[in-house]
């Protein structure tokens, strides 16, 4: 595969009309490939309770199906970016959105649930390299004049991928095409990524930074370690008692997370390369949006696990009323972070993202009376106003917030900080799915009779957003230490450019 290299960012040459109607069809391309990323996360959601039944997996092995994709996203993000800057974004976007497609088949066709689980992890590993060329590849296709109209119409296409994902979900998981069950919702991305890995190899044009950073392999093993010592004695702690060596592994985390500290100072002060930037953290209020990515990755990690199975296990609903259950949800954040970006924080600054947290938290309080109130005979409608409620804060959450976050970092380390940024909340809502375990599980009784298990998922679920909703004031607390009006940021040179495709975010 041949390829031509295109200058520096800062020195762009003018396209000619045929690279011109040419790059079109490659923001087209790059485009679907976002939106099938963050629709495959959507849409497992709403099938897991499909794949408990007819796969026979375990619970462990259910939160290791979404906390193992968010896990290897979350490890291999910096790592992907950095690889394409080095080696060409065009060809690790091809080698990304092939293995993703290679990923999905081995997921639809697994044969139990460990190949399942393997395969969410290779998939998420694929997407680490798929996705953080997605903005990259415009940055170094469009000028800069045209890249508001690029970037408005990406964060059209991700609310759109929001809102069908789980509707989607529901359907394929509902008509059981061709008594295939759940693995539609994987199959699917077959032919989209097939076309996609044959368009890309024509129309995308290739480029590389002019000053890539080195690789820190060493940086994010320790990262995985760490967090497999955390997350994987969460998920089992239940299922095995919670053991001695549970409770070592996860005080080790700690330790590792040590070593990950003084490794990344030692790498900074050799190469200036490391995979954390650890002066970063000197800027107050990056430190503080770290830890809002963090804290809000956690809570949306226990929602929504925790909400499907309410729905469809408590309940005992379909996936297709539980779809469209949550399409009040999807809208609300797609319209609150479109008003949030364009009218209200020019205007209110931090407060809109404050008000955010607050008004999440006050739809978390309102679903826990709902359901407590209602019972088992609680109807969708009724779920629709906290629901509401909840996806307008966070609406004004997700948009605005990274800008927040890059406003009081230095020019020269935006990349850097804005891939560390989407990588810490992919962790949290790692971290998230593994307390599912501890927050809602542990409430549910062993052994239950099957009349039992239905009314327990249901009685579980206030206690569980009793959680979110702490979350929820931990996050307003946590954003005073944000700037009051947050500047718009525009990342320089694309070396780390990622985008986070799991929420309706619109990036500026």
Not at 9 to 29: E, G, N, Q
Not at 41 to 52: F, G, H, K, L, R
Not at 282 to 289: E, H, I, L, T
Not at 327 to 348: D, E, M, N
Request: net charge positive; glycine share 12%.
């Amino acid at each position: 595969m041949t390829s031509t290299e295109t200058p520096p960012l800062s020195a762009p040459v003018p396209l000619s009309a045929p690279a011109d109607r040419r790059r079109w069809f490659a923001l087209a391309i790059v485009m679907t490939a976002a939106f099938m990323d963050l629709v495959d996360v959507t849409i497992v959601n709403i099938a897991i309770p499909s794949i408990q039944r007819n796969a026979g997996a375990s619970v462990s092995q259910i939160q290791w199906i979404t906390a193992g994709y968010a896990l290897a996203f979350a490890a291999g993000l910096i790592t992907g970016g950095r690889l394409g800057d080095i080696h060409g974004r065009k060809r690790l976007f091809l080698i990304g959105i092939g293995g993703f497609t290679i990923a999905s088949a081995l997921c639809g066709f697994a044969v139990n649930p460990e190949m399942l689980v393997a395969s969410r992890i290779l998939q998420g590993g694929m997407a680490a390299l798929m996705v953080p060329q997605v903005l990259s590849i415009v940055h170094a296709t469009f000028p800069a004049h045209e890249r508001g109209k690029v970037f408005g119409l990406f964060g059209a296409i991700v609310g759109l991928g929001a809102v069908s994902g789980p509707l989607l979900g529901a359907l394929l998981t509902e008509w059981n095409l061709f008594g295939l069950e759940w693995r539609p919702i994987f199959l699917i991305n077959l032919p989209v990524g097939i076309a996609g890995l044959v368009l890309g190899r024509r129309f995308i044009t290739e480029s590389k930074a002019p000053k890539a950073l080195k690789l820190d392999l060493v940086g994010v093993a320790l990262v995985i370690v760490g967090l497999l010592m955390l997350l994987y004695p969460l998920t089992r702690g239940r299922e095995l008692n919670w053991p001695l060596w549970g409770h070592i592994s996860m005080a080790g985390a700690l330790g590792v997370f040590g070593a990950l500290v003084a490794y990344e100072k030692r790498k900074a002060a050799r190469d200036g390369s490391p995979l954390i930037e650890l002066s970063l953290f000197r800027v107050k209020s990056f430190a503080a949006g770290i830890a809002v990515q963090t804290v809000f990755g956690i809570g949306l990690g226990i929602f929504f696990l925790v909400w499907t199975l309410y729905m469809q296990t408590g309940l005992g609903w379909s996936p297709l009323r539980a779809g469209l259950t949550g399409v009040p949800f999807s809208i609300a954040v797609s319209t609150a972070a479109g008003l949030s970006v364009q009218k209200l924080v020019p205007r209110f600054g931090r407060k809109v993202l404050q008000a955010g947290a607050l008004a999440m938290g006050a739809g978390v309080l309102l679903y826990i009376w709902e359901s407590e109130r209602y019972g088992l005979g609680i109807a969708p409608w009724q779920m629709a106003l906290p629901l509401v409620v909840m996806g307008v804060g966070m609406g004004l959450i997700v948009a605005p917030l990274t800008d927040a976050v890059l406003s009081d970092v230095p020019r020269e380390h935006s990349g850097s900080a804005s891939g560390l940024i989407n990588t810490v909340q992919q962790m949290g809502n790692a971290l998230g799915l593994g307390l599912v375990s501890v927050v809602y599980l542990g409430e549910i009784g062993d052994d239950l009779p099957p009349a039992q298990v239905g009314p327990a998922f249901a009685h579980a679920f206030p206690h569980a957003l009793g959680w979110v909703a702490g979350v929820m004031g931990v996050i307003f607390l946590l954003m005073f230490a944000l700037p009051k009006r947050p500047a718009q940021h525009v990342e320089g040179d694309g070396a780390s450019l990622v985008v986070e495709a799991k929420e309706p975010e619109l990036v500026s």
